[in-house]
């Protein structure tokens, strides 16, 4: 199957006539959206049912696979066997209470995306990696949060309504991670429905939170470009001379 993200993958995300805009305006700043109106448009890349074959077929370890639910708090040990391997019975019995399944560094089992990541880390100065997000229907995985990485999300089939708010941290290093009760949502600034082949782009620190919508499940790629900045170097450097 040919692989048309490849060529150009940040232009097959967002469009070639925005990369230029991207970069000179968006980067680390603010938001986009973008519709693209071609439900198949990342066919190829993933589906439903790839995901399925790997939660059923491959025997994933803990940190391979995570469940979450805004609604309830899971522990690992409510989905893993005593030798450190996914139970899929339980997997499936909290997805069906409406947990949402999440398949962490997934380029590493799905080969397609493998090579999507490698491709895009010819564009951004980072390394790239993907996390897969497989929601039921009516249904949210995390609360109102934000990540200290910028992230490309690459809706694969289904739709999510999104919410985005103002940033409580500009442009957070990597240490500055997101504290529930410390960081509250600021004012509400955008909400979209992102429904298969559309995608969006979230600057890191910008606060956000996500539900299914309409009546079938949601799966959606999460493409994180984790940068090394100056700063990130610096701080290293001042741990391992402290230590």
Same mark, same amino acid.
């Given at each position: 199957?040919?692989?048309?993200?490849?060529?150009?993958?940040?232009?097959?995300?967002?469009? $070639?006539?925005? +990369?230029?805009?991207?970069?000179?305006?968006?980067?680390?700043?603010?938001?986009?959206?973008?519709?693209? /109106?071609?439900?198949?448009?990342?066919?190829?890349?993933?589906?439903? &049912? $790839?995901?399925?074959?790997?939660?059923?077929?491959?025997?994933?370890?803990?940190?391979?696979? %995570?469940?979450? %639910?805004?609604?309830?708090?899971?522990?690992?040990?409510?989905?893993?066997?005593?030798? @450190?391997? +996914? %139970?899929?019975?339980?997997? #499936?019995?909290?997805?069906?209470?409406?947990?949402?399944?999440?398949?962490?560094? #997934?380029?590493?089992?799905?080969?397609?995306?493998?090579?999507?990541?490698?491709?895009?880390?010819?564009?951004?100065? #980072?390394? +790239?990696?993907?996390?897969?997000?497989?929601?039921?229907?009516?249904?949210?995985?995390? /609360?109102?949060?934000?990540?200290?990485?910028?992230?490309?999300?690459?809706?694969?089939?289904?739709?999510?309504?999104?919410?985005?708010?103002?940033?409580?941290?500009?442009?957070?290093?990597?240490?500055?991670?997101?504290?529930?009760? /410390?960081?509250?949502?600021?004012?509400?600034?955008?909400?979209?429905?992102? /429904? #298969?082949?559309?995608? $969006?782009?979230?600057?890191?620190?910008?606060?956000? %939170?996500?539900?299914?919508? @309409?009546?079938?499940?949601?799966?959606?790629?999460? +493409?994180?470009?984790?940068?090394?900045?100056?700063?990130?170097?610096?701080? &290293?450097?001042?741990?391992?001379?402290?230590?």
């Amino acid at each position: 199957m040919s692989e048309p993200w490849l060529d150009d993958p940040l232009g097959y995300l967002i469009g $070639a006539e925005r +990369v230029g805009d991207f970069f000179a305006r968006i980067y680390e700043s603010e938001a986009l959206v973008v519709h693209h /109106k071609q439900p198949k448009r990342f066919e190829g890349l993933l589906s439903i &049912d $790839a995901v399925d074959r790997l939660v059923t077929n491959v025997d994933l370890r803990e940190g391979q696979l %995570d469940l979450a %639910d805004a609604s309830r708090r899971l522990m690992r040990s409510d989905y893993m066997d005593a030798a @450190g391997y +996914v %139970d899929r019975g339980a997997v #499936a019995d909290h997805h069906r209470g409406g947990a949402t399944i999440i398949l962490q560094q #997934a380029h590493q089992l799905e080969p397609s995306l493998g090579r999507f990541c490698r491709a895009l880390e010819h564009v951004f100065p #980072a390394h +790239v990696q993907t996390n897969l997000y497989l929601t039921p229907p009516n249904a949210q995985g995390f /609360k109102t949060h934000y990540d200290n990485h910028c992230v490309l999300v690459l809706q694969i089939a289904g739709e999510k309504a999104w919410r985005l708010y103002e940033k409580p941290v500009d442009t957070p290093f990597r240490g500055e991670e997101f504290e529930l009760g /410390k960081h509250q949502p600021r004012e509400l600034k955008h909400e979209f429905v992102l /429904k #298969a082949g559309d995608c $969006a782009y979230v600057p890191r620190g910008l606060m956000h %939170d996500a539900m299914t919508s @309409g009546t079938e499940p949601s799966l959606h790629v999460t +493409v994180g470009l984790i940068t090394r900045t100056w700063a990130d170097l610096m701080l &290293d450097a001042v741990s391992e001379v402290a230590l």
